[in-house]
């Protein structure tokens, strides 16, 4: 079944004079999951930024496109929590909202620090939890957020593998069906939360294949090591091309 | 309180190596006068101490406020602008190259004998600390922090406000404590070229007559006002700071 479109880029994107990505094409459905799996330094991130709006440090040469009447598209969970030392837990969760000058729902915050399972650390500071706990905060204070697509830049990279395991499947069922966009260098991850799977390779973005019954639930699924394989074999022929 | 036995301590000692010094090297009064000496002067002329000290206190306390609204200021204009950047880095610069000694006479003469010269004195000392420990602080915001926030719709003011001046305030609260230990050489110098009132004048009178003791009276003063006032900046910027640990190393 092919979901409605709700973002399309298209175009050339090079830094200083070397082209990251020539002539590509990305389509994001709605209610997907989409990857885009490259090894560093290839364009993933700055990809990344360029459908985010932000600043980024070279020429795009194209059209962005999308299909939303939501005033709140995107939303960022990065590699770092990048939680604000000063605030606490609940607020942090609440940055938007302050930013914004909004009224705070701390009701709404509690709520996903418990999807997030974490409880009673409202209002501890940042500098008090464990690496896997700041992130789910900040997996929290994008959902907070509530938007059309939720960008996710190697947001596991930095944890180890129990509570990288934990968090992705956390991310897995808080995120169902919403719109997200999420880089990685990571073949396991990319696996097992993908509807999609896009690669880096040759300046091009290219479609991988992926089985019926996506995203795949476990490293255990007895088709994920032929899938593992042929994605290992393709992103190594993307590293001798490049 | 073991920080007040742990001051009282230190002061015990400093007394102590004072009185040593005096006691070995038979230094005659008129060139180094004993604690006691200083301490019966300090009693004896408690009221002229205290009259002095008022003003040169007032001008401390008010080029730092000033001094300190000023370079927090630049330090934002320094960070929004470019054109900022080049008009103004160069002339804070400039406020350093310029010996603080030269330009009190030149102070005196275009702003007169009272205390506004001394808290331009002062204020000129602690521009500098403050605003490039500001400045410096602000640069240093992670740019995925400002990707995130921008994301999230902050607008410039709220970013600024609500994030980066935030993430500034260690660097800044080490400008001001800094700024705090050096204001009273602005003021004092400014009395010395050019005043009838105040702790720096005091010296020079004292000196002038051979009233060391008066002198080293007027000096200890100074000093206890000095240590004051960073304790209390200390204590205002360490309440700002709590949650960075860095801050707060023993």
């Given amino acids: ?242 | 309180m073991i920080k007040l036995f742990k001051f009282i301590t230190y002061i015990l000692i400093f007394i102590l190596i004072w009185w040593a010094i005096k006691f070995l090297s038979n230094t005659p009064d008129f060139i180094l006068p004993g604690p006691k000496l200083v301490i019966i002067s300090m009693f004896d002329n408690y009221y002229l101490l205290f009259s002095n000290a008022l003003i040169t206190f007032y001008e401390i306390i008010v080029g730092f406020i000033l001094g300190a609204l000023l370079g927090l200021t630049t330090g934002i204009q320094l960070i929004i602008s470019k054109n900022s950047r080049k008009l103004l880095l160069p002339f804070i610069l400039l406020t350093q190259a310029i010996p603080i000694f030269a330009l009190a006479p030149i102070l005196t003469l275009w702003l007169g004998y009272g205390i506004w010269s001394k808290v331009i004195m002062t204020m000129i000392i602690i521009y500098f600390p403050i605003t490039i420990s500001f400045y410096e602080g602000l640069k240093r915001i992670d740019p995925m922090v400002v990707n995130l926030t921008n994301i999230m719709g902050a607008t410039k003011l709220s970013g600024l406000f609500k994030v980066r001046i935030p993430f500034a305030l260690p660097q800044l609260s080490s400008g001001l404590k800094l700024a705090a230990a050096f204001a009273p050489m602005g003021a004092v110098i400014g009395e010395w070229v050019g005043s009838s009132k105040g702790l720096g004048y005091l010296m020079l009178y004292a000196s002038g007559r051979v009233q060391i003791d008066l002198m080293f009276s007027a000096i200890i003063v100074l000093a206890i006002f000095t240590v004051i006032l960073y304790n209390i900046v200390s204590f205002i910027t360490n309440q700002l700071t709590k949650w960075d640990p860095k801050s707060h190393l023993n």
Wanted: hydrophobic residues 40%.
């Fill in chain 1, 1 to 242: 079944m092919i979901n409605r479109q709700l973002l399309s880029v298209d175009g050339s994107l090079k830094i200083k004079n070397k082209k990251l990505l020539d002539d590509f094409s990305l389509i994001i459905e709605k209610g997907r999951w989409t990857t885009i799996l490259g090894q560093s330094g290839v364009g993933k991130s700055t990809l990344l930024k360029l459908i985010a709006g932000l600043e980024i440090p070279g020429q795009f040469r194209g059209n962005i496109k999308l299909d939303s009447a939501n005033h709140k598209i995107f939303s960022w969970m990065a590699q770092n929590d990048l939680l604000l030392p000063w605030l606490s837990v609940t607020k942090n969760v609440c940055l938007g909202q302050i930013l914004r000058n909004e009224k705070l729902d701390h009701k709404k915050a509690e709520k996903l620090l418990k999807a997030v399972e974490l409880e009673n650390i409202s209002i501890q500071l940042p500098d008090t939890l464990s690496v896997g706990m700041r992130q789910r905060v900040a997996l929290a204070r994008t959902l907070m957020e509530e938007t059309e697509i939720v960008l996710m830049d190697e947001p596991f990279s930095s944890l180890d593998y129990i509570t990288k395991s934990n968090i992705q499947n956390l991310s897995r069922k808080l995120l169902k069906n919403k719109t997200v966009i999420m880089v990685t260098h990571d073949p396991t991850e990319a696996l097992l939360l993908s509807d999609n799977l896009l690669l880096i390779e040759n300046q091009k973005l290219t479609k991988l294949e992926l089985p019926n019954s996506r995203p795949m639930r476990s490293i255990k699924q007895k088709d994920f090591s032929e899938y593992y394989e042929k994605t290992i074999n393709r992103l190594k022929q993307a590293y001798i091309v490049s």
